[in-house]
C-alpha cells in the first residue's frame, strides 16, 4: 500500500546543531508540504514544494529549509536549531491532479531542542 | 494570507450527545475547506471536506454546513461516541493557489461515557 513515512519519529538535538528530517510518500504525489504543530497554533506552513526542484517558502520558513531532488522525498533541514524550533513537525503530500486536495499526512517528528 | 479561526478550543459531551465545531475564514477566495481529525500520537486524517459551492454535506453522522456569505463553516458531529475522541482541524484553501492549507488552531473533543 502507498504511504508517507517520517522519520526519525523522535529527536533531541542541541541548540546550534544542524538537523534533518526525513520525509518520504510513496504515492508519486507532486506536492509535498511541511508542518510544525505547536499548542494552539494548530498547523502553520513550513515549505511546500509542487514538484522536482520546486520548493516555497510558508507561513513560517525562518530558519528552515527543503529541497526537492526527486518526486518522492522532501527532507527538511535547520540550518541551526534553536530551542523555538522544538515542535512536532508533519509532513503531508497531495496529488496534483484533478480536483483532488486531500493532503495525506505522515506520523510526526517529535523534535527537541536543548 | 488567509487566517482560519475555530472555536471552542476544548469541548467535552456526553456520549451520545451532539458536537459542533465552529471556523471563520477571511479570504473570500477560499474555495474548500476540509476538516481533519486527530488522533494521539498519529498525523491528522481527513474525515469530511465541502467545496464553495455546496452548502451543506453529510456523510452518516457527521456534516458540514458553509456560509459563504458569512465566511464561517462548521463541523457537526451527532450521537457522539467514544472514539470521536480526538483533536480536530479545521483548513480552507485556494484550489487556483496549489492545494496550500490554512488550519484553524485545532479543537479537542473528549466524548464521556
Known amino acids: 500500500d502507498a504511504e508517507i513515512t517520517q522519520s526519525p519519529r523522535h529527536k533531541i538535538t542541541e541548540t546550534g546543531r544542524q538537523v534533518t528530517l526525513a520525509c518520504h510518500q510513496t504515492?508519486?504525489?507532486?506536492?509535498m508540504f511541511w508542518y510544525r504543530q505547536d499548542l494552539g497554533h494548530g498547523l502553520r506552513l513550513i515549505h511546500y514544494s509542487y514538484g522536482v526542484q520546486d520548493t516555497n517558502k510558508g507561513e513560517v520558513s525562518d530558519g528552515y529549509s527543503v529541497s526537492r531532488s526527486n518526486t518522492e522525498d522532501l527532507p527538511l533541514t535547520l540550518e541551526s536549531a534553536a530551542s523555538s524550533q522544538t515542535s512536532v513537525y508533519f509532513c503531508a503530500s497531495s496529488d496534483s491532479a484533478g480536483a483532488l486536495n486531500e493532503q495525506f499526512f505522515g506520523p510526526g517528528t517529535r523534535l527537541t531542542v536543548l | 494570507g488567509e487566517n482560519v479561526e475555530q472555536h471552542p478550543s476544548t469541548l467535552s459531551v456526553q456520549e451520545g450527545d451532539s458536537a459542533v465545531i465552529k471556523c471563520t475564514y477571511s479570504d473570500s477566495a477560499s474555495n474548500y475547506f476540509p476538516w481533519y481529525k486527530q488522533e494521539l500520537g498519529k498525523g491528522p486524517q481527513l474525515i469530511i471536506d465541502?467545496?464553495?459551492?455546496?452548502g451543506e454535506k453529510k456523510d452518516q453522522r457527521i456534516a458540514v454546513t458553509l456560509n459563504k456569505t458569512a465566511k464561517h463553516f462548521s463541523l457537526h458531529i451527532t450521537e457522539t461516541q467514544p472514539e470521536d475522541s480526538a483533536v480536530y482541524f479545521c483548513?480552507?484553501?485556494?484550489?487556483?493557489?496549489?492545494?496550500?492549507?490554512?488550519f484553524g488552531g485545532g479543537t479537542r473533543v473528549l466524548v464521556k461515557p
Open positions: 465541502i467545496r464553495s459551492n455546496v
Open positions: 504515492w508519486n504525489h507532486n506536492n
Open positions: 483548513a480552507a484553501s485556494i484550489r487556483a493557489a496549489g492545494n496550500k492549507l490554512t
